[in-house]
């Protein structure tokens, strides 16, 4: 846990897409943006891979906030993997706030390759986000801090 | 005993001694008035066993899924004939959601359907019964009588009425479907729908604030034991392998503890408040679009925690983003296995 003196620094988990967003990221690493290191990337091949079960699990064992992102509609380098994912993800996101979970914890987005801007801005509004939320004790397993 | 009932023995009597089906689900007496326990049928001589009435409560289509399970002996050739089965309406929507699913097809039922007035909640008519200070003992040994606007039961020359909003089901009140959607014979003439779509307390809890609505479910969730009753129930709960149970692993000696550890570990199996949260919530992502919401979970529930509003939320979600209801269409794709252009993306960023 953090002392209350220090700045608490949120623990974000991203699943990010292998074709797009993780492009993305990478292009924003090229053109030596910053963004805050506060998001953890899990690379998966496809957002159409992501679980629900994946998102509950990061919250179980302790992340702040959860960010999926992939291609936009359309783009998929399958074809339809993410266009699945947003049905499955509506019903998540609903679920989870009405459960309790604050809204700003879960983000889903659509960052294309080139939109390394983009990312980085949506970084920093998600991390400031969860920053002012505090860390998220709701979901998460007593004792599992570290 | 009404028409219905004795209509329906002289179906399944007729059936059976044909041999057009394998055996026949239906209920029988359990140890008192209110509570009646299913039963299989298979010899025409115990077709008298069988009864039907306002106090049968349980959803049967989850056992024509138990014939898939059964190992078939070396030699032994698989029965082909259907299998019998006696459903209210909102026990036929789990049968059509399953057929939607290919679970079952329509050659391997055969359905007596029953146009249902609503059914008796047995908790609450003990509680009704307690009020109108009933003895016990006629509770227990009273018959049963549908009216329009309640029920009669008689024992011992008195009759109690019970006004029929006051020991129906919660279920039955919103109930759309009372008339079954699939049925191979009706058993009796078909109702008029009296139930209204009322998601009155899923939208209080909507409109509470996160710690509000969060006060609310750690109370409800930890009270979870983890007995996995509403997964056993549950019509369309039905996979080989569930996420909960690590079964699948083959253990020698060789495997480490640290294998054991690391093998299905999705959910664990100690009843705590984050693991209970997940359970749940992963047994609703699962059922979205798939629910038909027959409220067996919550009935089975032993420590009563309120998955109807679970269910319910998931059901007004389905209506509401994807304008979509399960277990009505025989031949509808599923929810989450579809897409379309316009799904809703303004959650999306």
């Known amino acids: 846990m953090t002392e209350n003196n220090e700045k608490f620094e949120p623990k974000i988990v991203a699943f990010f897409c292998n074709w797009c967003t993780y492009l993305a990221a990478d292009s924003a690493g090229v053109a030596r943006k910053q963004y805050p290191p506060n998001i953890r990337i899990i690379r998966v091949m496809c957002s159409g891979r992501i679980d629900p079960m994946f998102v509950l699990k990061a919250f179980k064992e302790g992340a702040d906030g959860v960010l999926i992102s992939g291609c936009h509609p359309g783009d998929c380098h399958y074809e339809r993997g993410n266009l699945f994912t947003r049905r499955r993800m509506a019903e998540l996101k609903n679920l989870l706030n009405y459960m309790g979970l604050e809204p700003g914890r879960f983000h889903i987005s659509w960052i294309s390759g080139s939109e390394g801007g983009k990312f980085v801005d949506l970084v920093q509004e998600i991390t400031e986000t969860v920053r002012e939320l505090g860390p998220q004790t709701k979901f998460t397993k007593v004792g599992f801090d570290e | ?349």
């Open chain 2, 1 to 349: 005993m009404s028409n219905r009932e004795e209509k329906m023995r002289v179906m399944v009597r007729e059936l059976l001694e044909s041999g057009k089906i394998k055996y026949f689900i239906g209920y029988e007496g359990g140890s008192d008035a209110f509570y009646v326990s299913p039963c299989f049928i298979s010899n025409p001589k115990d077709v008298d066993k069988l009864i039907f009435g306002p106090n049968c409560y349980s959803n049967l289509s989850n056992y024509i899924l138990e014939e898939q399970k059964k190992v078939l002996k070396r030699g032994e050739e698989k029965d082909p004939r259907p299998i019998g089965i006696i459903v209210k309406g909102c026990d036929s929507r789990s049968i059509v959601q399953l057929m939607s699913e290919n679970k079952i097809k329509a050659a391997d039922v055969i359905i007596l359907g029953v146009p249902c007035k609503g059914i008796i909640d047995p908790e609450k008519i003990e509680a009704v019964a307690k009020k109108m200070k009933i003895p016990g003992k006629a509770l227990m040994g009273m018959k049963l009588a549908e009216t329009s606007d309640g029920f009669i039961g008689e024992f011992d020359g008195k009759e109690y009425k019970f006004p029929k909003s006051d020991v129906t089901m919660d279920k039955c009140k919103v109930c759309m479907y009372p008339n079954p959607i699939i049925s191979n014979e009706l058993l009796d003439v078909e109702v008029e729908v009296t139930g209204k779509l009322d998601y009155s307390d899923i939208e209080k809890l909507e409109k509470m604030t996160p710690d509000e609505k969060w006060k609310f479910w750690e109370s409800e969730m930890s009270k979870c034991i983890r007995c996995h009753a509403c997964r056993e129930v549950c019509p369309v709960c039905y996979c080989k392998e569930c996420v909960v149970d690590p079964h699948n692993l083959v253990v020698s000696p060789k495997t480490q503890s640290k294998t054991k550890e690391n093998k299905s570990m999705w959910i664990e199996r100690s009843a705590e408040l984050p693991e209970n949260i997940f359970f749940h919530l992963t047994r609703m992502n699962h059922m979205f679009g798939r629910c038909t919401n027959c409220g067996e979970c919550e009935r089975v529930c032993p420590m009563g925690i309120r998955l109807s509003l679970l269910t319910k939320k998931i059901e007004k979600d389905a209506k509401e983003l994807f304008n979509f209801e399960s277990g009505v269409k025989k031949d509808e794709k599923p929810l989450l296995g579809v897409y379309k252009e316009g799904d809703p993306d303004d959650f999306i960023r």
